[in-house]
């Protein structure tokens, strides 16, 4: 089974409106990362956060971390059309040389 | 453009057939992976290559195997293919290979076996 798995499956919002995705891991990892997969295209790497940090941004992307809880969440603000697609977390796995992603969040977001 | 190549981009084949899929990885790049997308099963991982060498496995069946030749191309065998084995075949690469790193993924071979 997945390492990772998002929360909700799939998200529908206005543009505009901020979305939240989330995600629950299993084991202990060193490193938390988020990656965004437009239809049908490869992944893109979004943002990485470390198990020692609990928040990070980067421009729109807000992304924390629970390490207690083994959760963490990827909040986009002000979404536009142009985000809509499937949001995957990744963590590292036991042992540091995996990257298990978890099953996406499809997020739609109408103009 | 992620710098990474993948051929073909569409393969159609027929079942009991073999096919080789084909990965270029970003210069400077000693780290592959693989990763098969379908419908039903997400995302999931199948093998990591570094310098040449397996690093990690995944959930790759006995009939694909992988290999890294030295100039860190990689190649994704698939034989008695399946219906089943129809899906998306993400190769990535990164530069250590280790689970932080930035993986950058290839556009994908789209295989529909018949």
């Known amino acids: 089974s997945q390492q990772g798995e998002e929360d909700p499956q799939a998200l529908s919002i206005q543009e505009g409106e901020n979305a939240t995705m989330n995600c629950s891991y299993k084991?202990?990892?060193?490193?938390l990362q988020w990656y965004r997969q437009n239809s049908g295209r490869g992944l893109v790497h979004l943002i990485l956060?470390?198990?020692?940090?609990r928040e990070k941004h980067s421009g729109r992307l807000r992304v924390t971390l629970d390490t207690s809880k083994k959760s963490s969440s990827l909040l986009i603000t002000a979404s536009r059309a142009a985000d809509t697609a499937s949001y995957f977390c990744?963590?590292?796995?036991?042992?540091?040389?995996?990257?298990?992603f978890g099953a996406g969040t499809r997020l739609f977001v109408k103009a | 453009d992620s710098g990474v190549t993948q051929t073909p981009k569409h393969l159609i084949t027929a079942t009991g057939q073999r096919v080789t899929l084909r990965c270029s990885p970003r210069?400077?790049?000693?780290?592959v992976y693989w990763y098969q997308q379908s419908l039903d099963q997400g995302l999931q991982f199948l093998i990591q290559?570094?310098?040449?060498?397996?690093?990690a496995k995944g959930n790759i069946l006995e009939r694909f195997s992988a290999q890294q030749f030295p100039d860190l191309h990689s190649e994704l065998n698939l034989s008695s293919l399946e219906l089943g084995d129809s899906a998306l075949y993400f190769c990535?690469?990164?530069?250590?290979?280790?689970?932080?790193?930035?993986?950058?993924f290839g556009p994908g071979t789209r295989l529909t076996v018949l």
């Open positions: 990535a690469s990164s530069v250590a290979g280790l689970g932080f790193d930035e993986q950058f």
């Open positions: 084991t202990s990892i060193n490193n």
């Open positions: 956060i470390r198990s020692n940090e």
């Open positions: 990744a963590t590292d796995g036991t042992g540091g040389f995996k990257t298990i």
């Open positions: 210069s400077g790049d000693l780290s």
């Open positions: 290559y570094y310098n040449g060498e397996e690093r």
